[in-house]
């Protein structure tokens, strides 16, 4: 029987895998499953494997928290070791996380095929961790597996387009796979909220490991939970930094909620009259879904979802406010295509590129 290996570690990850699972079941490959360990709170993981019905992880390397440095010398060995020990035919890294960089290096040593899912992606930050992934995983995988033409285009402009296959979003997969379910959830509902609310999340390093950017996000946001309601799942990074910095009054107008399970999530977003985040994953589904979108963030690695001003950048903290107004005052009436992303069958296409017999 073939066998592939996937090494995941965080939650994005954990939701591209549920489409590829299923691609790789459906032809009957063995599908093993590899966790770094890298998030670790049952919110974070254990949840998403039950609610996706993905099974547990076949292994978990359990490597305990830390810099990333400290985390990608522990884990590097950890995936060698493991994998030679797997012995699989070809192998899936994903994304952009520490994991990915961990495995795209401890499998680059080995003479295995192994594909990066969500391959191209490039924000142009050379010092954000996730770019550094992004670009080493690219670099060194055998076969690419590209969402969008922008990332192709990327790829190609760095020279790697000889490995390189278009096959969509494997995100806009699973989104199109559990819409009705999406449909009944009505989280909002259930958590009491008003007809008219924001999404927000926050998590990215730039944005909350420094008191400075973390206090004049949050001050901005909670002038604008006067007028908005903003229900706020709080990501454990972000919850220790508040912690740290001595932040908790600013959150005091929103209503802050553990970190949300995937469809919870999504129903969230459908609901919403705006998300506001720094997260790559919900700029999309905010796009998928309809709703507006403003990115904490200078650059987006999704350039598609700017169409039709779906998603609108906020560099600076202090115009999230104005381009709040604008979204609530001028509501857009058209719907955009999510074409760019695909046609939701990414996960069988990259299962052919990957089993395809090599000469
Ligand atoms: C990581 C990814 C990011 C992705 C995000 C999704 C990297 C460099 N970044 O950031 O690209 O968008 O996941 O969530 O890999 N922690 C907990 N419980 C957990 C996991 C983490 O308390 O289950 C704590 C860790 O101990 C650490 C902090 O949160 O202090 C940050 O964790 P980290 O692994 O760096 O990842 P994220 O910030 O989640």
């Known amino acids: 029987m073939y066998r592939v290996v996937s090494v995941v570690g965080a939650r994005p990850q954990f939701i591209k895998l549920k489409p590829i699972h299923t691609a790789l079941q459906d032809a009957d490959v063995e599908h093993i499953i590899l966790h770094t360990g890298q998030h670790y709170d049952p919110v974070m993981s254990d949840k998403i494997f039950d609610q996706l019905h993905l099974p547990r992880p076949d292994v978990n390397l359990g490597i305990e928290p830390g810099l990333p440095a400290q985390q990608l010398a522990l884990m590097i060995p950890a995936i060698e070791q493991k994998v030679l020990e797997i012995k699989p035919d070809a192998a899936l890294i994903y994304g952009d996380t520490t994991t990915t960089l ?104 730039e944005n909350v490991d420094h008191p400075h950017r973390l206090e004049e996000i949050l001050r901005n946001l909670s002038e604008i939970a006067e007028e908005l309601q903003i229900v706020f799942p709080l990501h454990p990074r972000t919850q220790k930094r508040v912690e740290e910095f001595q932040l908790q ?26 998300v506001i985040t720094d997260s790559g994953g919900l700029q999309k589904e905010a796009f998928f879904s309809g709703t507006r979108c403003i990115t904490i963030r200078e650059k987006t690695e999704w350039p598609e979802t700017l169409t039709s001003q779906a998603n609108l950048l906020a560099p600076l903290a202090r115009g999230i406010r104005s381009l709040v ?17 695909g046609d939701g069958k990414a996960s069988f296409k990259i299962r052919e590129v990957l089993l395809a017999p090599q000469n």
């Open 102 to 205: 961990a495995a795209a290096v401890a499998l680059s040593k080995l003479a295995l095929r192994f594909g990066h899912v969500e391959a191209g992606m490039r924000s142009g930050e050379p010092g954000m961790l996730e770019e550094v992934a992004r670009r080493v995983a690219d670099r060194v995988s055998s076969v690419l597996f590209a969402p969008t033409q922008t990332a192709v285009n990327n790829l190609k402009r760095e020279g790697l387009e000889h490995k390189t296959n278009l096959v969509g979003d494997v995100m806009l997969d699973l989104f199109k796979s559990v819409e009705s379910l999406v449909e009944r959830a009505r989280t909002a509902e259930k958590m009491d909220l008003s007809s008219d609310y924001a999404l927000m999340t926050l998590h990215r390093a």
């Open 249 to 274: 009054d600013h959150l005091s107008r929103m209503k802050v909620v553990p970190p949300q399970n995937y469809l919870e999530t999504l129903s969230l977003i459908r609901d919403a009259r705006l």
């Open 325 to 341: 107004h604008d979204i609530i005052s001028k509501p857009i009436n058209e719907k955009w295509s999510v074409e760019a992303f």
